[in-house]
């Protein structure tokens, strides 16, 4: 059973950090690219960062040079490191797995609730 989870969310004032991370079981990590993703209250669901298998990684512009997406395949784990978090940034948080060769399928995880207030 393939399994992503979440963890890490949580309330955080304006210019703190968080890290998020995802876990993935019954899957080969490591043949995947992983992406997170952000769904506000009321909006879709929107992309946020992805990194491939052989660690290059990519940004929405609203992300660039605050938050960082990492992966540590010996943990089965991506990562979000989100630092100088906005107001803006509140949302629930959810990871994905797509594998990089067919049939490529897609796994999510629950979401992880992040909340940027003062």
């Known amino acids: 059973q393939v399994q992503l989870v979440e963890s890490g969310g949580g309330l955080v004032q304006p210019g703190e950090s968080l890290r998020l991370s995802c876990a993935a079981s019954?899957?080969?990590?490591?043949?995947?690219?992983e992406y997170w993703y952000l769904q506000a209250p009321g909006r879709q669901r929107e992309w946020v960062a992805t990194?491939?298998?052989?660690?290059?990684?990519a940004y929405v512009e609203a992300a660039k040079g605050r938050f960082t997406i990492s992966r540590d395949n010996a943990k089965n784990t991506v990562y979000l490191q989100m630092n100088s978090l906005k107001p803006e940034d509140t949302a629930v948080y959810y990871c994905?797995?797509?594998?990089?060769?067919?049939?490529?399928?897609?796994?999510w995880g629950q979401g992880t609730q992040v909340t940027v207030s003062s």
């Open positions: 019954g899957i080969i990590f490591s043949n995947h690219t």
């Open positions: 990194i491939t298998r052989d660690g290059k990684t």
């Open positions: 994905r797995a797509r594998e990089t060769i067919p049939p490529r399928r897609d796994y």
